[in-house]
């Protein structure tokens, strides 16, 4: 329980993070697109302008997945469902929550998941 509460504080920050790059990603495509709004510029320009929106949007949609997955964490730790593999219902590993605490399969069940990907 005491491991589940620090845990639970770390994905509780990550999700505030989260909560404010998506914020500061909103305002600065905002900024950007007021500030092209007059500018003249060539196809050479959009392109490389373009490429770059794509990386951005791509980023922001993996910072929106990955609060997901975080909210999620957080319902599993209030509902006592926390650190328990959504699959076979067994202890997640500490280790593998420390370094992915909104984990919802142990290790093996997530690397079958994955195969099962293929």
């Known amino acids: 329980p005491e491991a589940v509460l620090a ?4 994905v509780d ?3 505030a993070e989260l909560r404010s790059e998506i ?12 500030a092209r709004a007059n500018e003249v510029a060539d196809q050479k320009d959009q392109a490389a302008r373009q490429a770059g929106d794509e990386v951005k949007q791509a980023e922001e949609q993996r910072d929106i997945d990955e609060l997901s997955a ?3 964490a957080l319902r599993r730790i209030e509902t006592g ?15 593998r929550l420390a370094v ?3 984990a919802l399969r142990c290790a093996l069940c997530q690397a079958q ?6």
């Open 7 to 10: 845990l639970g504080g770390r």
């Open 13 to 15: 920050r990550r999700a």
């Open 23 to 34: 914020r500061s990603a909103d305002e600065d495509t905002r900024a950007e697109e007021d």
């Open 70 to 72: 975080v909210l999620a």
């Open 81 to 95: 469902r926390y650190g328990l593999c959504i699959e076979c219902g067994e202890p997640i590993a500490a280790s």
């Open 100 to 102: 992915q605490p909104a």
């Open 113 to 118: 998941e994955e195969v099962g990907r293929l």
